[in-house]
Every structure is written in C-alpha cells, then in structure tokens.
C-alpha cells in the first residue's frame, strides 16, 4: 500500500475533498495501492498529471497487466471501488444508481482473478498492459482509434488512456466512449449471463 499525502506532488496545498485512487493488477495476482489526493480547486488536472504519472510508473515497474485511476468523493468510496466491495452507512438507505454499481461491484468481485486479462469497464484512467493493447491492435490503433483525451505509451508494452477532464470534473461522456471501445475486452463481454443489467 502506497499513500501519499499532496505535499508529495510539487507541494500542492490542499483544501477541497476529492480522492482519486488506483488500483493496479498484474496477472493472476493483485497489488491494490492507491494514492489520495485533496485537490484545491482549479488545481485538478495539475494534481491528476502528478497522479497519473506515479501510477504509471508503478504500473511499468510491477510490468502490471491492468490498472485503473477512480475519482471518488470520500475515502470510503474510492476504497470500495479499489476492493470491489459494496459497503455503506449503517442505517443508511442505497439509492437505484448506487444498487445498480453495488451489483457491479459484486459481477467484478465474482471475476477479480479474471482481471487484468480483461478490464473491468472504464474510469478516468485505465492502464492496459501488453496483452490488453496487442487484443485492441496494438499501439497505433489505439493511439488513431482510442476515444480519450491522453493516450500514452507505457514503457512495459502497455498503454494508459485517460477521459476527458473537464476543470475538476470528469466527463461521463467520455468514460461512456471508453467504455464501449474496451467492452470487447471487458468482463462484461466475457461473461454476459451474469452481468448485471445496465440502467435496471
């Protein structure tokens, strides 16, 4: 487990709640780290290239085979979705959207050792390794291809693509495109009988 506080990352002060977390796996075998960040505002998309960059070189250190780099709004969430646990407030009441991600949580849980030969679905960032962008034709049809906003060669053989960032937020659109161009090689595409239904 990695943890970096934001005076790691060009000495950032920090007053916004906003952690972005990541999770990398290398075949078979998971090495969940996750960095936090608070981000000031208008500061996001500086912090997320200090971020990405970290994660990116873990990522070609471990020769890892998948990783990702999730937003959240709370410690909590981001390490749910790192775990792919549903968990919630003692009392609390889930709304439709979070019984809809709680049971994607539980699809991607039932696979985690399938993970990193294929994808989870897509996030603001979604590291693929080597055999991942060989299933999607390779570098340069991912970099003429790949609807993101950053597309960067991994030094491992993989590749990282971010969505597109909109000030602090993110664009769901974006992670949308990404989404349906990595479903070929996603758990989702793997294993369609036990998906969970989208939009239910």
Known sequence: MLDFEGDA??????????WLSTAVTSRRAA???????????????????????ITIECFAQLRASYGFIHRARTY???????????????????????????????????????????VRTAYLGN???????????????????????????IPSGGVYLQAEV???WVSRDSIDSLARYLRHVSLEAQHPEFAPTRGS
């Not at 960095?35 to 996001?44: A, Q, Y």
């Not at 775990?83 to 889930?94: M, T």
């Not at 999607?136 to 609807?147: H, R, V």
Request: avoid cysteine; charged fraction near 25%; charge should be negative.
């Open 127 to 153: 590291l693929l390794g080597s055999a991942l962008v060989d299933r999607l034709g390779g570098l340069s049809t991912l970099q003429a291809e790949a609807p993101a906003a950053v597309i960067e060669a």
């Open 31 to 53: 090495y969940p780290f996750e960095v936090k960040l608070i981000l000031r505002p208008g500061d996001g998309t500086r912090a997320l290239g200090s971020f990405s960059t």
């Open 9 to 18: 990352l060009e000495g950032s002060r920090l007053e916004v709640d906003l």
């Open 166 to 168: 909109e000030g602090d």
């Open 76 to 118: 909590a969430e981001a390490q749910m979705e790192l775990d792919a646990i549903p968990s919630s407030l003692l009392g609390s009441e889930p709304s439709d959207d979070e019984r809809e991600h709680w049971a994607w949580l539980g699809f991607w849980q039932r696979y985690r050792h399938e993970v990193g030969d294929y």
